[in-house]
Structure formats: C-alpha cells, structure tokens
C-alpha cells in the first residue's frame, strides 16, 4: 500500500523482516492495530486503515481466503481510495449508529469527505437455491458490494484509486481487464477460483497488471464513487451509488433502534459493541466470529498468532447474555438455532470451535509465505484447538439454553433433547482433565473452570428437568452437581481460601471471575470475595487483567502476552457482584478509555503503552464489556433511586 508515501513497497517488507524482536517498531508501516476501522454486510468484513487503504477483507465469507492482506505483509493486497499526497487524516467517525464509515481529509488546498461501507439492500432472493440463508430471511441482505463515496466540501483536491486484489492470502495475482464499458469498469477473475471481482467507477481506471489505478482533481461540490462488487448489482452513477449507501446507513440504524440501551455516558459504548457484534454475526447460518482477522499477534513479534475467523462454543453464553440484555432477541434465538443445529448434526458430540458455516474441520496451516504483522509469525489459517477436549462446552450450551428458556414460556422438545445429550457428555467426561478454556497446548489439567462449567451443565440442566416436570431426572442431576461442587472446593481452593487454575497449583487464573457471575456460589461467600480480590491484587497489571501467569501456566508457547481485555471487564462485573461498586466503576472507566478511535477492542491491551494486540475487533471483549457496563450502571440506578427516596419528605411518597 505504497500510496502512503515514497517508500517502495519492497522495501517496507523488508525493513519489516530486520525489525528485532520484543516491541513494536516506531517506524512501522503497519498501522496501530485499534487505528483499523471495521465494516460488514454480515457475510463479510473489511477493515480500513487510517490512509483509506482497505488491508484485510476476505472473500466470500468473513473465514474465506483473502483478497486484500495488507495488514498480514504490506504486498498481499490492498485497495485504496483517497486524496494524493495526504496520508493522515483530519477526522474519522461512524455515521451515528451505523457501519458507515467517514474519513475528513484536509488536503492543504481542499477538504475531502470519504464514505464507505458494505452495502445491505433490499431481499431480493426468489429461491433458496439462490441464497446460503439457513435462519429465517429478513427483509434485507448483504449486497455483496464495497462502496466508496468523495465529495469536495472545498477548495480543490487530487483524488486517487488503487485497487491490487492478491488472491488466497496473497498467493495469487490476476490481471484486470476491462469491460464493455470501457474506462469506467473493469474485471479480475484468478485462475482456479470462484470468484470474480467488478470494479465500477466514475473515475477513469488505468490497468497495469493486478492494479486498477485511477486519478482526478476535484473542485468544491464534485462528487465521485467506485465500488467493488463480487456479485450481480454494480451501481449505475453516483446517484445510485449514493441511494444504496443512504440505504445501508438508515438499515443499521433501524436495527440498532430495536435495541434497549441505558440513558447513560456510556451508551455509545454499548452501542458500538451491539453493532460491532452483530458486524461479525454471519447472517446465513447466525454463527458469530470470535473476530474478523487471523494471525493479529498477542505478543509484539510473537509466535502467540491465531485465526479468530471462527465461532467457540464458550462465546454462546455471553452472546445471549449480551443480546438479550439489550433486546436483540431474533440474533440471540439465530445463534441457539444453530446450536441446536450443531448438536442433532453431530448427534450431541459437539467440538468447541466450528466453521461460521458450522463445518467441523479447521486444520491449521502456517503462510510461510507472509510476513506477518510488523513481522510476527507464523501467519496460521484454521485453528488446531478444534480437535482439543475442553469441557467447558457443555456448561456453555447448557447456560446458553437455560438463559434461552428464562426468555419464553415454554421449552420445546428439540431443545430439550439437545439439553440432555449435554448434560450426559459432561456427567461421562467432568472427571477427566483437559485443555481448559484458554485452549493451553501443554498438558492435560483438572481446570478449575472445566470443572466449574461441567456444574453449570449440571445444575441448568436439573433446572430445565424440573421445567419438564421431570422430577426423577432432575434429583439425580442436582445430586451429580452437588458432587462436582464438592470435589471443587475440596481441590480447588489455596491455604488463603482463594480457588486456584487447576488442581495441581496455586497459580490464579482470571476465569475465575466467572464464579459469582455463574452462580457457583453466592457473590458474599468468603471464597468468592478472596479469589476476586486476589485476581484484582496479584493478577494485574496496572490494572488490567492477566489471563494468567504465563511463568506459572504449561500453554505449550514462550513468550509474554498482554493484558486480556476480556479478563478486565469480568473483574469489574465480578468486583459489582461482591459490592466493591467504586473499585468496579473505577476500572470500567479505565477499560473504557482504552477503547480504539472507533470504541473498538481487540484482544489485548498493553500496559505499558496501552496499545490493542490480538485480532480485532474481538466479539467476546465487546460481549463482556456490555455485560460489566451494565453492572454498572445499574449499580448506579439502584444507588440513585435510594438516594432519591431519602431525599423524599415523609408523606409525600
């Protein structure tokens, strides 16, 4: 993505390998991380960075190889659009309540106002042969399409286009042609693929080999647009192009308004999660990806690089919890529908991470042949956990199911037999030890946190047999939850009192904290209050919140990793759970402030400089952050309602 400035490309990749190890390079071409801006149509993303270089979109679906991978190695794709000789801009935002993004340019004699997005349209689908839809249709649906929109707002300003599509995560380049229409459109279709790529513009494309270049000077009041289009609908003028992302802008705020969100300083924040969310929700089958990108690394240089392209099991409870907390019911019943699906296919032997098309196999590779981000390698596709046994799964679904039931007045026999098989797999397996939920690459444990989800798989399950009146199977279910109960806090717990990652050590883990949240035990039991105090004291750093001791825990890989960001917001929903409010809302606040430009999160957040690490955006940081945000504020309401009802002179209540 050479537009930025003069340094050829070749040379940015290069400097990029002889960066040493241990920290980011000041002078990086790669963006900040939290800089990226991210879009979707809900099949799939593209994330933007500051220069109005698309660096990370894939195709035909979020998971799919990627076209443009500027983010990965600065020569595996990208397409910019934007002013000249200006690389920084004045100004970034989302249209309010939308995945529309707009870029000020202050371009020294002109000013340049930028929009894209992902285009969602009407449904136009007469067939179901002719759409991948599996949940019920809606009265919208991705158009397959990226649209970008200039005007001059004034003076006058250079405008340029550069579009390089590197296919298979840069494998593959293709020469653009053009089409029927002459300079105005153009075509790529790589050799092998399914796949063919329309370029359509107002601008005058020039084709040297895989880049479609364009230029033009803009005076005060012109307009311009091109979109990139891998299906059938391509804009016809820019009025057009204008109505379809007027169209998309008023689509997410339409949906985001069936939300129910606090009147409250922190409302954007949960606003931003609850699209961010739903961005990376795959509307065919309503699986949600953990994030949008691979290979994002936890360590500046590391080796900790991961494909997050996929949806885990253990995202389903803090999904419901986040949806249905804010009214998004039709995206939570979506994703317990494709549960249910999972399970009747694979006849209740579920694995913890599958295909957003609910495929089961995700080997994993290493792209030898990317660089990396700021040269952090290895660049893997697929995710090798999905072949671990992590018990924690059957907790989730059965929690998730459970949070499913509470919402309405009946639970159906599908769902019911889904309920059982989980119950049964984690009364066979909770004595066994596996990989836990931080999906550790070394030995086997007795994981407190297993062990824990294994009870709640236990307990919701006892609860949902005496919903059925089932009286006989829910004595003998609450009896096995009493059991794991017991052998937990008979192995589990320190000399202090504080329950401890597995039953071999005394090292803290932060799952933990979801102790008081899952209702393990009541949230003033002595237990609790020490091992959330602990975490908050021993756990942090400045702060923020470890996963674990990476000294004290076998995960299988070397090297430090950052503070999960995740871990963070379950201390503050865990510090509001055992009455430490200050500390609670303390640390909410100071979480809240690392937020991304856009209020967006990734993985992990560094310390020292505060930097995102991990891939972005994350869907569990945001689920959690909705969950500790509305522990607090209602902390807050509750607070002030008793404070009003003080101030009431007596008689006149």
Same mark, same amino acid.
């Given at each position: 993505?050479?537009?930025? +400035?003069?340094?050829?490309?070749?040379?940015?990749?290069?400097?990029?390998?002889?960066?040493p190890?241990?920290?980011?390079?000041?002078?990086?071409?790669?963006?900040?991380?939290?800089?990226?801006?991210?879009?979707?149509?809900?099949?799939?993303?593209?994330?933007?960075?500051?220069?109005?270089?698309?660096?990370?979109?894939?195709? #035909?679906?979020?998971?799919?190889?990627?076209?443009?991978?500027?983010?990965?190695?600065?020569?595996?794709?990208?397409?910019?659009?934007?002013?000249?000789?200006?690389?920084?801009p004045?100004?970034?935002?989302?249209?309010?309540g939308?995945?529309?993004?707009?870029?000020?340019?202050?371009?020294?004699?002109?000013?340049?106002?930028?929009?894209?997005?992902?285009?969602?349209?009407?449904?136009?689908?007469?067939?179901?042969?002719?759409?991948?839809?599996?949940?019920?249709?809606?009265d919208?649906?991705?158009?397959?399409?990226?649209?970008?929109?200039?005007?001059?707002?004034?003076?006058?300003?250079q405008?340029?286009?550069?579009?390089? #599509?590197?296919?298979?995560?840069?494998?593959?380049?293709a020469?653009?042609?053009?089409?029927?229409?002459?300079?105005?459109?153009?075509v790529?279709?790589?050799e092998?693929?399914?796949?063919?790529?329309?370029?359509?513009?107002?601008?005058?494309?020039?084709?040297?080999?895989?880049?479609?270049?364009?230029?033009?000077?803009l005076?005060?009041?012109?307009?311009?647009?091109?979109?990139?289009?891998?299906?059938?609908?391509?804009?016809?003028?820019?009025?057009?192009?204008?109505?379809?992302?007027?169209?998309?802008?008023?689509?997410?705020?339409?949906?985001?308004?069936?939300?129910?969100?606090?009147?409250?300083?922190?409302?954007?924040?949960?606003?931003?999660?609850?699209?961010?969310l739903?961005?990376?929700?795959?509307?065919?089958?309503?699986?949600?990806?953990?994030?949008?990108?691979?290979?994002?690394?936890?360590?500046?240089?590391?080796?900790?690089?991961w494909?997050?392209?996929?949806?885990?099991?253990?995202?389903?409870?803090?999904?419901?919890?986040?949806?249905?907390?804010?009214?998004?019911?039709?995206?939570?019943?979506?994703?317990?529908?494709?549960?249910?699906?999972?399970?009747?296919?694979?006849?209740?032997?579920?694995?913890?991470?599958?295909?957003?098309?609910?495929?089961?196999?995700?080997?994993?590779?290493?792209?030898?042949h990317? +660089?990396?981000?700021?040269?952090?390698?290895?660049?893997?596709?697929?995710?090798?956990?999905?072949?671990?046994?992590?018990?924690?799964?059957?907790?989730?679904?059965?929690?998730?199911?459970?949070?499913?039931?509470?919402?309405?007045?009946?639970?159906?026999?599908?769902?019911?037999?889904?309920?059982?098989?989980?119950?049964?797999?984690?009364?066979?397996?909770?004595?066994?030890?596996?990989?836990?939920?931080?999906?550790?690459?070394?030995?086997?444990?007795?994981?407190?946190?297993?062990?824990?989800?294994?009870?709640?798989?236990?307990?919701?399950?006892?609860?949902?047999?005496?919903?059925?009146?089932?009286?006989?199977?829910?004595r003998?279910?609450r009896?096995?939850?009493?059991?794991?109960?017991?052998?937990?806090c008979?192995?589990?717990l320190?000399?202090?009192?504080?329950?401890?990652?597995?039953?071999?050590?005394?090292?803290?883990?932060?799952?933990?904290?979801?102790?008081?949240?899952?209702?393990?035990?009541?949230?003033?039991?002595?237990?609790?209050?020490?091992?959330?105090?602990?975490?908050?004291?021993?756990?942090?750093?400045?702060?923020?919140v470890?996963?674990?001791?990476?000294?004290?825990?076998?995960?299988?890989?070397?090297?430090?990793?950052?503070?999960?960001?995740?871990?963070?917001?379950?201390?503050?929903?865990?510090?509001?759970?055992?009455?430490?409010?200050?500390?609670?809302?303390?640390?909410?606040?100071?979480?809240?402030?690392?937020?991304?430009?856009?209020?967006?999160?990734?993985?992990?957040?560094? #310390?020292?400089?505060?930097?995102?690490?991990? +891939?972005?955006?994350?869907?569990?940081?945001?689920?959690?952050?909705?969950?500790?945000?509305?522990?607090?504020i209602?902390?807050?309401?509750?607070?002030?309602?008793?404070?009003?009802?003080?101030?009431?002179?007596?008689?006149e209540?």
């Amino acid at each position: 993505m050479a537009a930025e +400035n003069d340094i050829p490309l070749e040379a940015l990749a290069d400097s990029s390998r002889q960066r040493p190890p241990g920290g980011f390079d000041e002078f990086s071409a790669y963006p900040p991380i939290a800089d990226y801006a991210f879009l979707s149509d809900c099949e799939v993303t593209a994330l933007v960075a500051p220069s109005g270089s698309v660096e990370w979109m894939c195709l #035909p679906k979020m998971d799919g190889p990627s076209v443009f991978g500027a983010m990965l190695d600065r020569d595996a794709g990208w397409f910019r659009f934007g002013p000249d000789d200006v690389g920084v801009p004045s100004d970034r935002r989302y249209l309010p309540g939308t995945m529309v993004l707009e870029t000020s340019w202050d371009c020294g004699q002109g000013w340049l106002v930028v929009r894209e997005c992902l285009v969602m349209g009407p449904w136009q689908h007469d067939r179901p042969d002719g759409s991948t839809h599996i949940r019920p249709p809606t009265d919208y649906d991705a158009e397959h399409m990226l649209l970008r929109a200039v005007r001059c707002v004034d003076g006058q300003a250079q405008l340029t286009l550069d579009c390089v #599509p590197a296919f298979d995560y840069g494998r593959q380049h293709a020469r653009w042609r053009h089409t029927e229409r002459g300079y105005t459109q153009a075509v790529v279709e790589p050799e092998g693929l399914d796949l063919t790529l329309t370029l359509t513009s107002d601008i005058r494309l020039g084709l040297e080999g895989s880049s479609a270049r364009g230029r033009t000077l803009l005076k005060e009041g012109d307009t311009r647009f091109c979109a990139l289009s891998w299906g059938r609908r391509v804009p016809e003028s820019y009025q057009d192009a204008y109505r379809r992302l007027v169209w998309t802008a008023h689509h997410w705020q339409h949906w985001l308004s069936h939300g129910r969100f606090p009147d409250h300083r922190w409302r954007g924040h949960l606003a931003r999660s609850a699209l961010t969310l739903k961005g990376l929700t795959f509307a065919p089958t309503g699986a949600i990806a953990a994030a949008a990108t691979t290979s994002l690394p936890e360590t500046p240089g590391g080796e900790r690089n991961w494909d997050y392209r996929y949806t885990w099991m253990r995202d389903a409870t803090f999904a419901l919890w986040g949806l249905y907390t804010l009214g998004f019911e039709w995206e939570a019943n979506d994703y317990v529908a494709f549960l249910r699906d999972l399970v009747e296919r694979d006849r209740g032997d579920l694995q913890i991470v599958y295909g957003i098309d609910g495929r089961r196999e995700l080997d994993e590779h290493v792209l030898d042949h990317l +660089n990396g981000y700021q040269g952090a390698r290895p660049v893997r596709i697929g995710n090798g956990a999905y072949q671990q046994a992590q018990h924690d799964v059957w907790g989730v679904i059965l929690d998730s199911i459970y949070l499913h039931t509470k919402s309405r007045d009946r639970l159906d026999d599908r769902t019911w037999k889904m309920a059982r098989q989980q119950v049964e797999r984690a009364l066979e397996r909770w004595r066994e030890p596996d990989r836990g939920i931080w999906e550790v690459r070394g030995d086997p444990k007795h994981f407190t946190s297993s062990k824990m989800m294994c009870w709640v798989a236990l307990d919701r399950g006892a609860r949902l047999a005496t919903l059925r009146e089932d009286k006989d199977l829910a004595r003998i279910w609450r009896k096995a939850a009493a059991e794991i109960h017991a052998d937990i806090c008979a192995h589990a717990l320190d000399a202090r009192g504080v329950f401890c990652q597995h039953y071999e050590t005394t090292a803290l883990d932060a799952s933990l904290l979801l102790m008081p949240l899952l209702r393990f035990l009541p949230p003033d039991d002595p237990r609790i209050r020490a091992t959330v105090l602990a975490i908050a004291d021993e756990l942090t750093r400045d702060g923020l919140v470890l996963r674990y001791q990476v000294d004290e825990t076998d995960d299988g890989l070397s090297g430090e990793e950052g503070t999960f960001t995740i871990c963070s917001f379950w201390l503050v929903s865990a510090l509001s759970e055992i009455g430490e409010h200050e500390r609670a809302r303390d640390i909410c606040e100071k979480v809240l402030s690392y937020a991304s430009p856009l209020l967006l999160y990734g993985e992990e957040i560094d #310390p020292c400089s505060g930097r995102h690490l991990g +891939n972005f955006p994350q869907a569990f940081t945001h689920l959690a952050l909705i969950n500790a945000v509305m522990h607090v504020i209602r902390k807050e309401q509750a607070a002030q309602r008793r404070a009003m009802a003080r101030e009431v002179p007596e008689g006149e209540e």
